[in-house]
C-alpha cells in the first residue's frame, strides 16, 4: 500500500486539483455561460504563488511554512476574483460563441504578458518554488479539504436561492429576467466565484510542480478544462468533480494497465499502445463522450434511478 | 429511467477499469518488475524518462533510439561484469505533470538505480527535485539551461550548456568572414530554450566587439516574418543570429534570403535537425549551427554507435542519440568502477542509488562525444565542440550538415 501512495500520489493530488479546475469552470456554466477563462486565473493563482514564495516570502527553513502557503492562496484567489469581476462586467454582455472568443483573448492577453515581464521569468517562467511538504501526496492535506469544501458549498448552493437563479439563467435568460432575476448580477458573480476558485487552485499547483511557465495556462488547458466539464457532466457539480478526476487520471491508468503485465506477450503491441498511444485513446474517448453522452456522464438523472417515474 | 440505467452500467466498466489499473499495479504480476529489486537481481534497471508522445517526441524519439543502441552495445559487452541492463522507458509526454508521474513511476514501481531524462529543461525543473528527495541520480540528457545540476546534489548532465555550446558558432563566422561588423538577433520568444540561447548569443556579440544592430522577436507558431526580417535588413547586418525551432527557424532562414539577406546566418541549437531541410529546401544553404556532437568524431566507440545507427536508420546519427548514448554510458561505467569495490547486486537499493551517484560525478568517461567528465555539483565537462555547416543540393532536395575543421 505504502508503495501503491508514493508511485500514485501525485496522481492522486493531480486528481483532486483537477476536480477542483472543473468546478471553476463549472461555475459560469451553472448560468450558462461558456467561459474558457479558468486557465487564465489558474496561471495567474499560480504566478502569484511562484512570485511570492520565492521572492518576497524566502525562508531559510527546509520546508516553505505552510500558513505562508495558505496566505499565498488567499492572496491569489483575493486578485483572481478582483481581476475577475473587472473582466467578468464588460465580457458577460456578450453570449454563447462570443463570449468564447472573448475569455479565449483574455487567457491569450495574460500568457503574452508573462512571456514578456521580467517579473514572471519570460518564456522560462519561474522555477526552484520551495515546498511545503516532504513528499508529493502530502498536498491532499491542503487540496482534499480545498476539494470537500467546495463540494459541500456547491451542493448547497445548488439548493438556495442563488443557485436557483443561476439555474434560471441558464435555462432562459428573458424569463429569468421577467421574474426579477438580475441576469448581470448572477452572472458575474458566478464568473467571479470561477475565477476566484482557479486562482487558487493555480496557487497549490506552482508549488506542486515545482515550476510555472507560461505553458500553463493556454488555449489547449482550456480544451482539457472544458473536456473535464463536458464529458463529465454540466447538469450537476458532481459531473465536473468525477470528470475531472477520471480524465487526469485516464493517461497514467492507461500507462499502468500497459506496465501491468495483464497482457500475454503476443499482445505486446497492444501494451505498447495503451503506453504510447495515451492521447489517441484519450482523443477517441472525447469524440464517443459527445456522441454518446451529450448531457455528459454524471446527468441528475442517476440520482432519480431508484424513484420510479410513471 | 431507462437511459438512466443504460449510462449506469456504461460507467461500471470504466470504473472496474481504474481500480483494476491501480491495484494490479501494486500486486505487480510483471516479471520484469519482480527482478527489479537488486538483491536478488538478474538485471540492473535504468530508467529512461523522455517525451514519446507530444510535440516534444521528435527529440525524445532520437533519445529512445540512442539509449536502445547503448543498451544492446553494453550488453553485448557483458553488461555489468556479467550482470546485463535493462532499459525501462517511461513516457513524460510534453507537460510537467506527465514527467512528475513518469519520474514516480521508475523511481517506486520500476525501483531502477538512476534515470536519464526528461528531454526539456522545464520539465527537468518540475520533476528533479522530486528525484533529489528521493535520493535517486538524474543524468539529463538534453537539458541545457542554465541552473540544471544546481537543482541539487542527485542531478548532472551529459549535456553541454548552451552558454558554452553556443558562442562556437559566432567566432566561426567571425573565422570566415572577419569583416563582420553589425549583427541582427532573432529570437523566438515563447521559447524557453530560445529565450535562454538568445542571451548567450548576445552577450558573446558583445564581447566580441560586435555591434548588435537590432533585435527581434517571434512565436514559434508564427508562419510570416516579413516586418521582421525587412526591419533587419534595412540596418544592414553583416551576421544573422536565429534561436528558434525548426519550423519557424527554417522559414525565418527562408523569407530573409527571399528578401535579399546576403550575409552569414547562425542557427540555435533548435535549427540544429535535419527537419529544417524541407522548410527552407536551398536557402538553407550554408547557415552555421554549433554543435556538441560530431558523428565524425574519431574514437573506437563513436564508431561502433555511429555504425549501429547508420544500420538501424540509414542516416548519421544526431546529436540528441548520442547524448542520450552518453548519458547510459556514464551509468555503465560508473555501475562497472562500483561494481568492483563491492557488488552492486548485494548493495540495497537506497545505498546503490546514493552510491551511484558519488561514483559517477568522479569518473572519466569516453563517449561519443568524447572525452567527459563532471564537476562536483553534476556539470557536465566537456573538451570537443564543433560548427557545421548546412549543405544542400542544388535542387533543395536533399541535405546535410558538414562538419567545419
Keep these: ?310 | 429511467m431507462n437511459t438512466a440505467f443504460i449510462r449506469t452500467t456504461a460507467l461500471l466498466p470504466i470504473f472496474a477499469l481504474f481500480f483494476t489499473a491501480c491495484s494490479s499495479s501494486t500486486v505487480s504480476t510483471n516479471p520484469a518488475n519482480n527482478n527489479a529489486t537488486p538483491q536478488t537481481s538478474t538485471v540492473i534497471p535504468i530508467g529512461i524518462a523522455v517525451a514519446q508522445t507530444s510535440n516534444v517526441a521528435l527529440l525524445g524519439q532520437e533519445q529512445v533510439a540512442g539509449a536502445k543502441i547503448a543498451e544492446k552495445y553494453f550488453n553485448d559487452q557483458g553488461g555489468i561484469n556479467g550482470t546485463p541492463i535493462k532499459l525501462v522507458f517511461q513516457d513524460t509526454a510534453g507537460d510537467e505533470a506527465g514527467t512528475i508521474n513518469a519520474f514516480q513511476a521508475l523511481i517506486n514501481k520500476d525501483k531502477v538505480v538512476g534515470i536519464v531524462g526528461p528531454t526539456l529543461s522545464q520539465q527537468a525543473f518540475s520533476a528533479n527535485p522530486i528525484a533529489e528527495r528521493a535520493k535517486i541520480p538524474v543524468l539529463a540528457p538534453s537539458n541545457t539551461a542554465k541552473g540544471i545540476p544546481e537543482i541539487g546534489d542527485y542531478i548532472a548532465r551529459v549535456s553541454a550548456p548552451v552558454s558554452v555550446v553556443a558562442p562556437n558558432s559566432i567566432k566561426a563566422a567571425l573565422k570566415i568572414n572577419p569583416n563582420i561588423k553589425k549583427v541582427a538577433v532573432f529570437f523566438a520568444q515563447n521559447d524557453a530554450f530560445s529565450k535562454s540561447e538568445t542571451e548567450i548569443f548576445q552577450q558573446t556579440v558583445k564581447e566580441q566587439n560586435l555591434e548588435l544592430v537590432t533585435v527581434q522577436k517571434f512565436q514559434t507558431s508564427d508562419t510570416d516574418f516579413q516586418s521582421q526580417a525587412t526591419n533587419a535588413i534595412n540596418l544592414k547586418p553583416d551576421l544573422v543570429i536565429i534561436s528558434g525551432l525548426a519550423a519557424d527557424g527554417g522559414n525565418l532562414v527562408r523569407q530573409l534570403r527571399e528578401l535579399g539577406y546576403k550575409g552569414l546566418i547562425v542557427g540555435g541549437n533548435g535549427l540544429n535537425t535535419s527537419n529544417i531541410f524541407p522548410v527552407c529546401k536551398a536557402l538553407c544553404d550554408g547557415v552555421l549551427i554549433a554543435q556538441a556532437y560530431s558523428p565524425e568524431h574519431p574514437g573506437e566507440i563513436n564508431t561502433k554507435f555511429r555504425q549501429a545507427y547508420l544500420d538501424q536508420f540509414k542516416k548519421e546519427p544526431p546529436q540528441f542519440s548520442a547524448q542520450a548514448f552518453a548519458a547510459v554510458q556514464v551509468y555503465v561505467e560508473a555501475l562497472k568502477s562500483l561494481d568492483q569495490k563491492s557488488k552492486v547486486n548485494k548493495l540495497e537499493l537506497p545505498a546503490l542509488r546514493t552510491e551511484l551517484n558519488k561514483q559517477l560525478l568522479t569518473g572519466k568517461y569516453n563517449t561519443p562525444l568524447g572525452e567527459i567528465a563532471f564537476t562536483p555539483i553534476g556539470e557536465i565537462v566537456q573538451k570537443d565542440f564543433y560548427v557545421a555547416q548546412i549543405k544542400m543540393e542544388a535542387d533543395g532536395s536533399k541535405g546535410k550538415f558538414t562538419f567545419l575543421k
Design chain 1, 1 to 310: 500500500m505504502a508503495e501503491f501512495f508514493s508511485t500514485y500520489g501525485s496522481l492522486i493530488v493531480s486528481m483532486v486539483l483537477g476536480a477542483l479546475l472543473g468546478l471553476s469552470l463549472y461555475l459560469p456554466l451553472m448560468t450558462g455561460q461558456l467561459s474558457l477563462a479558468s486557465p487564465g486565473f489558474y496561471a495567474l493563482g499560480g504566478y502569484i504563488a511562484a512570485i511570492l514564495s520565492t521572492k518576497v516570502f524566502t525562508s531559510s527553513s527546509n520546508l516553505f511554512p505552510l500558513h505562508l502557503l495558505l496566505l499565498e492562496m488567499l492572496i491569489a484567489g483575493l486578485v483572481s476574483g478582483i481581476l475577475g469581476l473587472l473582466v467578468g462586467i464588460p465580457a458577460l454582455r456578450l453570449r454563447g460563441i462570443y463570449l468564447a472568443i472573448a475569455t479565449i483573448a483574455f487567457v491569450e492577453v495574460l500568457r503574452v504578458l508573462s512571456l514578456n515581464l521580467e517579473i514572471t521569468g519570460g518564456a522560462v517562467g519561474i522555477f526552484g518554488i520551495p515546498q511545503p511538504f516532504q513528499t508529493q501526496i502530502e498536498y491532499l492535506w491542503i487540496a482534499l479539504p480545498l476539494l470537500l469544501i467546495s463540494m459541500i458549498l456547491f451542493y448547497r448552493l445548488e439548493r438556495v436561492r442563488v443557485g436557483r437563479a443561476f439555474t434560471a439563467i441558464r435555462e432562459d435568460e428573458l424569463a429569468a429576467g421577467a421574474m426579477g432575476i438580475n441576469p448581470t448580477y448572477y452572472k458575474v458573480l458566478a464568473f467571479t466565484l470561477g475565477a476566484i476558485l482557479a486562482g487558487i487552485v493555480g496557487a497549490i499547483s506552482a508549488h506542486f510542480l515545482n515550476t510555472w511557465n507560461a505553458r500553463q495556462g493556454t488555449f489547449d488547458a482550456s480544451i482539457i478544462y472544458l473536456t473535464f466539464v463536458l464529458i463529465g457532466g454540466s447538469r450537476t457539480f458532481l459531473g465536473s468533480v468525477v470528470g475531472g478526476m477520471v480524465f487526469t487520471a485516464l493517461p497514467e491508468v492507461l500507462r499502468g494497465i500497459a506496465d501491468s503485465g495483464l497482457f500475454p506477450s503476443w499482445l505486446g503491441w497492444l501494451a505498447q499502445f495503451l503506453r504510447d498511444g495515451r492521447l489517441i485513446i484519450f482523443g477517441l474517448l472525447i469524440v464517443i463522450g459527445t456522441i454518446f453522452f451529450p448531457q455528459g456522464l454524471v446527468t441528475p438523472d442517476i440520482f432519480k434511478m431508484g424513484k420510479v417515474k410513471k
